[in-house]
């Protein structure tokens, strides 16, 4: 996700079209039911090409499900894979915001399809990659809007990936500022510290895609680092910075929460 080949994966860019593919390939995979007419590749139209509002472009996000028993209930479990490209000749490689989170993204993925041949699911599960993040949400917020009809669109909530794995990032947090998620929090919480992840609450402004789904009152939470500041958004964000035990520990205490709530409104 941080190579050569995808070019800091900004919207709109031939980096950001490939890695969209990568992605798709790898749920396919795994297995992952697509959602969007049997594509993975879900379509909306973002403004900004080349930084003209008034410009509008077919962009995607990357969406993939295990269908469950109950089509009233859903967890939402993303990751942004959007960057910000090449700036002054040099590649944001985004290896930390976000790559990190497509990582975890895809381990849970991996582990619940697993999972779910055995003991199938009661909430239908979707994975989604997220495009447009870095321009407000874009992304997010199409899939929500496409949503809208969907059976189980009033008993979802999201679990959020973002910037997530560095050596020096810190504890890790989640912002405590939505009263629709009051719950959320708690059960995550207590899960994450079964699996011996110091999960704490931060005042902190953690703009993510869980804005979106709190933006209609959906219960929500981002997972991030405290320090992440250091590295979001900055050409020293590199993988060299990255624990990758740290990103399959935390896919994997996700992915005990998610089987062991499996069914639970919140």
């Keep these: 996700m941080s190579s050569d080949e995808f070019e800091g994966r900004r919207t709109f860019s031939n980096g950001n079209e490939k890695a969209g593919e990568y992605i798709a390939n790898i749920f396919e995979n795994i297995g992952l039911d697509p959602l969007s007419e049997n594509s993975y590749f879900q379509k909306y139209q973002q403004n900004g090409v080349n930084h003209d509002y008034n410009s509008y472009k077919t962009v995607q996000n990357i969406v993939g499900y295990i269908k469950g028993k109950d089509s009233e ?39 619940l399809k697993t999972a779910s041949v055995e003991n199938p699911f009661e909430s239908t599960i979707i994975f989604c990659a997220f495009n447009g993040e870095e321009q407000l949400y874009m992304g997010s917020t199409a899939f929500i809007n ?114 062991n709530n499996d069914g639970e409104v919140y």
């Design 146 to 259: 496409q949503s809208l009809s969907k059976s189980w669109y009033k008993n979802m909530y999201n679990i959020n990936i973002d910037s997530i794995g560095a050596k020096n990032g810190g504890n890790y947090v989640f912002p405590n500022d939505s009263k629709y998620s009051i719950k959320l929090y708690d059960s995550i919480k207590t899960s994450m510290n079964k699996n011996s992840i110091d999960l704490t609450e931060t005042n902190q402004i953690l703009g993510s895609d869980h804005r979106s789904f709190e933006k209609v009152k959906k219960p929500n939470i981002t997972i991030s680092q405290e320090n992440f500041r250091e590295w979001v958004n900055k050409p020293i964000d590199t993988p060299d910075i990255l624990d990758y035990k740290q990103i399959e520990k935390i896919a994997s205490a996700l992915s005990d929460f998610i089987i």
């Design 73 to 111: 209930k859903a967890t939402i479990v993303s990751a942004h894979f959007d960057s910000l490209g090449i700036k002054d000749g040099k590649i944001h490689r985004g290896a930390f915001d976000n790559a990190s989170g497509v990582a975890a993204l895809i381990e849970v993925a991996k582990k």
